[in-house]
Each structure stands twice: as structure tokens, then as C-alpha cells.
């Protein structure tokens, strides 16, 4: 600790690392003399020591009660070297561990940002703020973790102000690290506690990755997943917004401190209108606007899609539907199924052409083989009670051994079956662009599926 020295003591000229008391006899833009010890020796502030983050120096006048540590001996003019840059230092310490014992919130400018965190510096004690203790407005979530954008988003906060608490203190080795996240944790349990499904909360997009959009809302953060920002197939989050845009949600379930959120939900579901104007055997017109290896996602509306098997296509077997359809071609066909509940509409362009002579058994054979795209079998009307019905479904439709995969769940093995990916060995040979075409399954799902499929 740095003792202060008064004239009452026996040898009254200060050493260095003392804080001194003395009276102020002449001031200039950036120099000043002090009077200590009574008159027995002059002390002098200069250049970068009359700065403090407390502006010290601006208001001093001549005659005034001045505190300052000692830097060094006399120097060539006679002079102690002064410090008030150093006093606010050991001041800010005192203040710094009182803040630190009772938990005090204050704001902080950064100045600095490196792939580890954000620096700072205040009376000359560097500050840390970690990336880990950033709170979810301002943690940069980066596909794959990429060090290179990491570091280029921190580098976007410099000169920004931050609400932070004292997380470690170490005075001796000038340490101080700071969390963001800690500032804000005040109240989080009981928000998080009184959170619940259904509600609806506006917020800020927080993160942007592959598989959603992250949201920042009264402390909390959630995620919206890719599949329930929009009803219509979404390829990529980044064009539903940019971080920092302000969005509302509904909260739509909750698992632990892990909060799944939606935007769609809070729009009306086109499928639901779709309902009143498709039926089975209408012809329609749409613009393709994905190819995969089953077939073509076709646009018939807004948020509506339907997809054309690669068997329906044409009544002659395809093997590269690039060399039959491109994206953005206009075509006209048929639907030959509708699964309104799940979002699903089917497609045929073969049932609009004329059957080719020699070729009526053929489509017959095609549409009845496993994994055709009329393959899902309705059993709807079949006099039996609802056990039966479900047992007959589940012994009828094909894919059942997909749920084998780890990764893939009923609904997920329900679109495998509807795009003609029906089997284990059919799944081996997909795509991972494939599996992430289909609604509800994203780049991990898709990677993990994948990865499991080949050890069975």
C-alpha cells in the first residue's frame, strides 16, 4: 500500500511509491509545482502523469490541495517527480476491489480486441473481457467458429460502451477481468423461470448461422431455428435479417436454459388457405426453384412448394434431371397428392403427357415399386377399428427401417419416404444437399444422419 507523508514525520522528503499531500504553487498547460513537506522540497507533474480519468488537472488552481504519488527522486532541476496518474491508479484499485466485494455493475469503453476478448484500460489498469463472458448481443457467433470473423466482429466493438461486473481482481499482478454477462445476470433465473410457451417477446437478431438465427431479449437468448423462421423452404437465415434488427418471436418451447423460438408462428400458415384451393387431380402451374437427385422443388405461391418425383416426371426413366429441368423453368403438372397437414404437396408432369404406346404397364410397375413417389398407402376408409388402421399403416409404409439411423426420427423418415428415400441403402448413397432440401432437417441433422448411416 502507498503510505502518505506528512511533515510530521522525521526525514519529510518523500521516497518513491509515496502518495503525497501538497499545496499547488504554480500551474501551466502541462506542468506543475507543488509544494511539500511545508516548503522543504517542491514536487513536479508533467507531460502524460497529469492525466487521470478523473480530469484532475483540468480544474486545479494555483493554491489548492493536490495529492499525487512520488515517481522518482530529485531530479536535475531539483524537482520530485510527480504522479497524479499513478494516485488515481491506486485509487481505482481501492475503488475496484470495494466494486468487486459488493458486486457492483459500471460501463466500461473498450479500446482494444484481440481473438481472446476485449481490452480496456482505466487509470492505467488494463481490463479483460473474455469472448466467454460477452452477453448475446454482442457474442460473436460464427459458423465453425471461424478465428478470422471472430476477431473482425470484436474488432467492430471497439469504442463501445459496456455494462460489466469485476469477475477476478489480482492487484499485485494488475489483473482485472470483467463479464458482461455477469452485469446482466441479475433477475435472469426468475425471467427465466416465468418464461413460458406460447409467449410472445421482441428482441434483436443476436447471432446468424447456418441453422437459424439467434434472438437477444431481456436478458435471455434464444434460437429460431432454420425451419421456423419462415413457412416456405429456407435456404439461408441471412436473408431474413441482419444482426442487431429488431424482431419478435414466440417462445415455443423450453428446455432447461435452452429457449426454441419462432417467427413463423406468428404469421398466418399459408398451407392453411392452400387447403381451399388445391385438390387432388388440379393442374398448376409453378416455377422450379430446386433440383436434388429425387426430383424438383417447384414454387406454385408464396411459402408454397411442391415437389415432382423424379418418376413423374416423364413417363421415360431420368437419370440426371439437370438435362430435363433447370431452375427457374415455368412447367405446368398435376397434383397427385396432398398432405396439407405436413406441408406436402405432389407433383406429376408424366400425368399432363400422353402415354407413350407399350408403355401403360410400365408407369403401372414404376408407381407401385417401394420408394415411388405415390408410395405413401392411405388407409383411411378400411372398416377396421384405429388400432388395426395404424398397425396396417406401419407394416405398409416402406422407410421403416430409416428410424434405425440415428439422427432420424418418424417425421424426418416420413420426408426420406416422401422424396423416394426410402431405405437404409438409399440413404447411403444421398447427398448431404439432399437431406438438407427437405423441411425440418438441417446441416447437422443432416451431417449426423450421414455419419451414421455408414456405420450400419
Known amino acids: 500500500m502507498l503510505m502518505a507523508v506528512t511533515a510530521a514525520q522525521e526525514n519529510p522528503f518523500p521516497k518513491p511509491g509515496d502518495l503525497v499531500t501538497g499545496i499547488v504553487l504554480d500551474r501551466s498547460k502541462n506542468r506543475c509545482l507543488v509544494d511539500l513537506c511545508q516548503g522543504q522540497a517542491v514536487g513536479i507533474i508533467s507531460g502524460r502523469e497529469t492525466h487521470d480519468s478523473a ?39 481501492d475503488r475496484f476491489e470495494k466494486m468487486y466485494n459488493e458486486g457492483k455493475v459500471f460501463d466500461v469503453k473498450v479500446d482494444e480486441a484481440n481473438k481472446g476478448g476485449l481490452l480496456l484500460e482505466i487509470d492505467s489498469i488494463k481490463g479483460f473481457l473474455p469472448v466467454s463472458q460477452l452477453a448475446p448481443m454482442h457474442y460473436p457467433r460464427v459458423n465453425e467458429a471461424n478465428s478470422q470473423e471472430i476477431l473482425r466482429r470484436l474488432q467492430n466493438l471497439i469504442g463501445e460502451k459496456f455494462r460489466v461486473k469485476i469477475i477476478s481482481i489480482d492487484r499485485e499482478n494488475g489483473k482485472l477481468i470483467l463479464s458482461e454477462r455477469a452485469a446482466e445476470e441479475e433477475g435472469r433465473s426468475d425471467r427465466l423461470h416465468k418464461l413460458k410457451a406460447g409467449d410472445v417477446v421482441k428482441g434483436k437478431i443476436s447471432g446468424i448461422v447456418k441453422f437459424g438465427l439467434f434472438v437477444a431479449f431481456d436478458g435471455l437468448e434464444g434460437l429460431v431455428h432454420i425451419s421456423e423462421i419462415a413457412w416456405g423452404h429456407v435456404r439461408n437465415p441471412s436473408d431474413y435479417g441482419k444482426l442487431g434488427d429488431p424482431v419478435e418471436v414466440m417462445v415455443i418451447g423450453m428446455e432447461g436454459e435452452k429457449i426454441s423460438l419462432s417467427v ?23 416455377k422450379v426453384n430446386r433440383l436434388t437427385t429425387f426430383g424438383a422443388f417447384v414454387t406454385l405461391e408464396d411459402e408454397i412448394n411442391g415437389l415432382i418425383h423424379l418418376s413423374e416426371i416423364s413417363h421415360e426413366k431420368i437419370d440426371d434431371i439437370d438435362k430435363v429441368l433447370k431452375v427457374g423453368q415455368e412447367i405446368e403438372a398435376e397434383v397427385i397428392k396432398l ?43 378400411m372398416g377396421k ?6 398397425d396396417d399403416k406401419e407394416e405398409a409404409l416402406p422407410g421403416d427401417d430409416l428410424t434405425s439411423v440415428d439422427g432420424v426420427s418418424e417425421k424426418i423418415a416420413g420426408s426420406l419416404t416422401a422424396a423416394g428415400i426410402d431405405t437404409v441403402e438409399k440413404l447411403k448413397a444421398a447427398k448431404i444437399a439432399d437431406l438438407e432440401s427437405l423441411d425440418g432437417v438441417g446441416p447437422k441433422t443432416a451431417e449426423k444422419i450421414l455419419e451414421s448411416v455408414k456405420e450400419l
Not at 486545479?60 to 496518474?85: H, M, P, T, W
Not at 387432388?280 to 402451374?285: N, P, Q, T, Y
Not at 408403355?359 to 410397375?365: A, C, I, S, T, V
Open 55 to 93: 480530469g484532475t488537472y483540468k480544474t486545479v488552481e494555483k493554491g489548492d490541495e493536490i495529492q499525487a504519488v512520488v515517481v522518482e527522486d530529485e531530479n536535475d532541476e531539483g524537482f520530485f517527480v510527480l504522479s497524479l496518474r499513478k494516485a488515481a491508479q491506486n485509487t481505482a484499485w
Open 264 to 286: 413463423k408462428r406468428l404469421q398466418a400458415d399459408p398451407w392453411q388457405e392452400a387447403a381451399k384451393k388445391y385438390d387432388m387431380g388440379a393442374k398448376v402451374k409453378g
Open 339 to 381: 398432405d396439407l397437414k405436413d406441408h406436402r404437396i405432389g407433383l406429376s408432369m408424366k400425368k399432363l403427357l400422353p402415354v407413350p404406346p407399350g408403355m401403360e404397364n410400365m408407369d403401372e410397375e414404376m408407381n407401385n415399386a417401394p420408394g415411388a413417389f405415390g408410395d405413401v398407402m392411405k388407409k383411411d376408409d
Open 385 to 390: 377399428d384405429d388400432k388395426d388402421d395404424k
